[in-house]
């Protein structure tokens, strides 16, 4: 059996540090790839903290620290674009500070989602529903405007005997005639109602806005939006959501709009995840974290950093499946006609680890099964920050600069973490941060990668 499906970590995600220099713009690489979610922190000075995605799309800024409404290029400096190897930073209105400021240290966190070209399989049936209408995946609801990004190849499949007489193809105006259809990056296969019968569509650059239609029958379609973001559209929850997974790497971006009332929202990995972090975009709602070792009757929050809290309000007293993660009717996760944004992570073998462990009050050593690279940590039962450690920025033992997510301070510096050839641990403490005696902790760890050699010797497993 193969010790992990992911060679090389720094594919997926990478650790890239880089320094200040105050222009209005600055282009960052080395990053390794595309990223779909990046996370900036200076360094240097106590500023806020920035994360951008590629699914909200660039120059949108929400931050960990803060429970504010997301903001579009924000005044103190935002991510203006994402490149194939990094990303670009811009001047805000009054400054640069959280991302650009002359000579001042940052750190970027740089995950990868669907990346620059998604593909997606759909289902398609049609239904009476005032008259003949297209579903997909056997979601509730006809005609859905679609969201298909730009570079990705979207099938339709229209097998289903429900498809016989009804093509699916694309035009730039609802229900066009067979005169004006869309041929850019369109192919058709077989017979609809008929076994192999597709149309596929590899969305253009700068593609227009599109529509789905049937050629033989008015009213059937509705609008499939093309944006520059890599993700598509999700209908495996009870509300349609936006996704850009990475079943390899175990990593969603997923973007929804709240109901106010409970509900599923589909993610696209292929296993359940063990740690979703929800954001409303629209409010100044807190950080909802909800993680499997503590149970998603409870949740943690990174802007505030206070000990676990039961609501059934929040994950809806749900774990989430191998599909979908359920939310409650608060407004921090589900307010009805507000946005929000979750990050969701699983486990994968060799590269991720995501669990908890309990804390001894002095030498503690906790199993990944790789050499750690990155680490999140928080004290599930007293009121701490959420802890990020990584080997970039502390290349040797003892690993002690450290970032919190609820905390714009400047980086701060400990004496006791040890990262090991199998996993972390604390050395001679009893800190509340990360071994407080008897209280549980909760962690999500990435592999330094490629593997080298370890670091120390790792202290006996408990």
């Known amino acids: 059996m193969a010790y992990t499906t992911i060679n090389n970590g720094k594919l997926y995600f990478n650790t890239k540090l880089y320094t200040g220099n105050g222009s209005s713009t600055q282009a960052i690489t080395g990053v390794g790839f595309q990223p779909d979610w990046v996370w900036i922190k200076n360094r240097t000075d106590a500023h806020w903290h920035n994360l951008t995605d590629s699914v909200r799309g660039p120059s949108k800024t929400l931050r960990s620290n803060r429970t504010s409404a997301e903001a579009t290029d924000s005044s103190s400096g ?3 674009a994402f490149g194939t190897d990094g990303f670009t930073v811009s001047a805000g209105s009054s400054d640069a500070e959280e991302v650009n400021t002359s000579s001042d240290n940052y750190v970027s966190w740089n995950w990868i989602g669907a990346g620059t070209a998604p ?3 759909y289902v398609v049936t049609v239904v009476s529903d005032g008259g003949n209408k297209y579903r997909f995946d056997g979601y509730g609801t006809s005609a859905v405007t679609l969201e298909l990004s730009e570079g990705g190849t979207y099938t339709f499949d229209q097998s289903d005997a429900s498809n016989d007489g009804h093509p699916l193809r694309f035009a730039t105006a609802a229900d066009a005639a067979g005169s004006t259809e869309y041929t850019t990056g369109v192919t058709t296969n077989g017979t609809p109602g008929n ?3 597709y149309t596929r569509i590899t969305v253009a650059a700068s593609a227009p806005t599109l529509y789905y239609y049937c050629t033989q029958h008015s009213g059937m379609g509705g609008q499939a939006n093309t944006p520059t ?11 349609q959501s936006n996704i850009s997974p990475n079943t390899t790497s175990g990593f969603s971006i997923v973007s929804y709009t709240g109901t106010g009332s409970a509900t599923t929202v589909g993610h696209g990995l292929s296993s359940a995840p063990k740690i979703v972090i929800v954001k409303n975009r629209d409010d100044g709602q807190a950080w909802r974290v909800g993680f499997t070792s503590i149970g998603f009757d409870k949740y943690l929050s990174f802007s505030s950093g206070s000990a676990k809290v039961s609501s059934s309000g929040m994950f809806n007293n749900t774990a989430p499946t191998t599909s979908v993660f359920s939310v409650g009717s608060d407004g921090a996760t589900n307010a009805s006609g507000e946005k929000c944004i979750a990050y969701c992570f699983n486990d994968v073998k060799g590269y991720s680890k995501i669990g908890s462990y309990v804390g001894s009050g002095s030498d503690v050593f906790i199993y990944t099964g790789f050499k750690v690279g990155w680490l999140l940590v928080k004290n599930a ?3 701490n920050g959420w802890l990020m450690i990584d080997t970039t920025r502390s290349p040797a033992n003892p690993q002690g600069k450290y970032i919190y997510t609820d905390s714009g301070n400047a980086e701060g510096t400990v004496t006791y973490g040890e990262f090991f050839s199998n996993g972390f641990g604390w050395k001679g403490t009893g800190s509340v941060a990360v071994n407080q005696d008897g209280e549980q902790f909760v962690y999500m760890a990435f592999a330094e990668n490629p593997f080298t050699s370890s ?8």
Do not use: E, L, M, Q
């Not at 598509?232 to 009870?238: I, L, M």
């Not at 670091?455 to 408990?462: E, H, I, L, N």
């Open 229 to 239: 973001t890599n993700s598509f559209s999700n209908f495996a929850g009870a509300i």
């Open 195 to 197: 076994a192999g019968a």
């Open 381 to 383: 039962d007293a009121t």
């Open 78 to 80: 935002y991510v203006s």
């Open 119 to 121: 593909s997606k399989t």
């Open 455 to 462: 670091t120390g010797t790792p202290v006996t497993a408990r």
